[in-house]
């Protein structure tokens, strides 16, 4: 069952937590003390490198935010799996062995990790789902509202097709990978604004992501389709729309049909800006890789006062029901918003995005 999430920046969940008096307080009583000191070790197990949002964003606000909690004495332990589900698995049996306080798992596959997850638990070692939700015995998870993701966009390419979207405009659909859980919802959501209003004419689950897959399988389609036919593409997220715009630009369509993305990587708005992706979903890192450092701070020390406002949420896995959650809400990102979204978040400058190649295209959308 879908939970509908109440999104709280982290910014002011912290200072709110603190004005009660919670921030420092334990379970049993604000006078209670800790499981843990703030000499602790978060381990961060993230999915890939394709998308370059881990790297750049996720951990180094999550490594920033453990240090500010423990007063620069915590540390995270940073591994990336470079979509690989066998190694990710080695990773964690890694912090196992490193006997880590608490580990932080973006999964390669939520269900082959299950085990690991497992294996945590037995040693006493609690495992926070981030951005995606495994399977086994996690303490709680973080993350957006996936399925709302996949509204905002379906609902925003059906905007962008205007009163010309009728059950005879054939759109494709270029899903994420079938082995990550955030997919499934991701195309649910999508589907829920899309069925009945245009054809679905054709539907790839793409592996790992890969952008590349994206554009090969966009090349099928056309050849199916028609590159005349196309009314829009699904993609579920930036990279693939990559994908599919080089696959459309390489039979010599000039007028692109409106691609969706996710994830509000700088290339993506870029595309935004020059006409040639519609749409990205951005999603505030910053908020979510800071509750992320929060729970895991305040499951380790035991502040379970805490660690229970900060999941207020639930969710269900296949393995596990009522999960401890915090779901945030997400952005449709369009030429109307960048400024007032990830510039005005900081996650990149006005100088970033508008280089000499994309110079008068934001002149002409009032970038600058």
């Known amino acids: 069952m879908r939970r509908i999430a109440i999104s709280v920046a982290a910014s002011t969940m912290t200072l709110s937590l603190a004005g009660c008096g919670v921030l420092n307080a334990a379970g049993s009583g604000a006078g209670a003390s800790p499981s843990k000191g703030n000499d602790l070790t978060v381990g961060l197990l993230l999915p890939e490198k394709a998308n370059t949002r881990y790297d750049k964003f996720d951990y180094p606000i999550i490594k920033g935010k453990v240090a500010e909690l423990t007063g620069k004495q915590g540390k995270v332990e940073y591994a990336n799996a470079n979509a690989d589900a066998s190694q990710q698995a080695s990773q964690l049996q890694k912090m196992i062995d490193e006997k880590v306080d608490v580990i932080l798992l973006d999964a390669v596959d939520s269900h082959a990790i299950a085990p690991e997850v497992q294996k945590a638990k037995d040693a006493g070692i609690p495992v926070i789902a981030y951005d995606r939700l495994a399977e086994g015995p996690i303490e709680a998870y973080v993350s957006f509202d996936n399925e709302l993701v996949g509204e905002v966009q379906g609902r925003t390419l059906l905007q962008a097709l205007g009163s010309n979207a009728d059950s005879s405009s054939k759109i494709v659909m270029v ?17 829920s604004e899309l069925t009945g209003k245009v054809t ?9 992501w890969k952008p590349e897959l994206a554009e090969s399988n966009m090349a099928k389609a056309i050849n199916a389709i028609g590159k005349n036919n196309i009314a829009g593409v699904y993609a579920a997220n930036d990279g693939m729309a990559g994908g599919v715009i080089k696959a459309l630009k390489a039979v010599g369509v000039v007028n692109l049909p409106p691609v969706t993305g996710q994830d509000a990587e700088l290339d993506a708005v870029q595309r935004i800006v020059a006409g040639e992706q519609y749409m990205s979903v951005y999603k505030a890192y910053p908020d979510e890789a800071e509750v992320a450092a929060q729970m895991a701070v305040a499951k380790v020390q035991g502040k379970d006062i805490q660690f229970d406002a900060l999941t207020q949420d639930k969710v269900d896995s296949p393995t596990q029901k009522s999960i401890p959650a915090k779901l945030i809400q997400p952005t449709a990102l369009t030429k109307s918003n960048i400024k007032s979204t990830v510039v005005a978040d900081g996650i990149y400058t006005v100088d970033d995005i508008c280089t000499a190649k994309y110079r ?5 959308i009032g970038l600058k």
Do not use: R
Request: aromatic share 6%.
């Open 200 to 208: 679905i004419a054709a539907t790839y689950d793409t592996t790992d």
């Open 360 to 364: 008068a295209a934001c002149v002409a």
């Open 175 to 191: 899903n994420g990978s079938p082995t990550d859980p955030n997919a499934k919802q991701f195309k649910e959501g999508a589907l």
